[in-house]
C-alpha cells in the first residue's frame, strides 16, 4: 500500500493532531480553533505545493476534525498548513 506520513507542525498552539500518522488510507485533521475565524487547511507536498484543500470556510471557536482520503496522493511526506484568520 501507500504510506504518507503528515508532518505535525505547531501542535500545541491549536491542539492539533493527524491520525493515523503515516497513513494509508483515510487520516483524520483534529483541531481547536480559538476563536470565530476563516480557517483554511490545505495539504502541501514536500515543494510546497497546495495538493488538497480540505476547508476554506469560516468557523465558530471549537475542535473540529476532518476526515481525509490519501489515496489520491503519490507516496511520499506531506504537511498539513492550517491557516486561522481572513480567508
Given at each position: ?26 487520516a ?26 480540505v ?20 507516496k511520499?511526506?506531506?504537511f ?8
Amino acid at each position: 500500500g501507500t504510506y504518507v506520513g503528515i508532518d505535525e507542525i505547531n501542535r500545541q498552539q491549536l491542539a492539533f493532531t493527524v491520525s493515523p500518522n503515516p497513513t494509508s488510507g483515510d487520516a483524520r485533521i483534529s483541531f481547536n480553533n480559538p476563536d470565530n475565524a476563516g480557517v483554511e487547511v490545505h495539504i502541501l507536498n514536500m515543494m510546497g505545493q497546495n495538493v488538497m484543500t480540505v476547508n476554506r470556510d469560516e468557523l465558530p471557536s471549537g475542535n473540529y476534525e476532518f476526515s481525509i482520503s490519501t489515496s489520491q496522493l503519490a507516496k511520499g511526506i506531506y504537511f498539513v498548513q492550517i491557516i486561522a484568520g481572513e480567508v
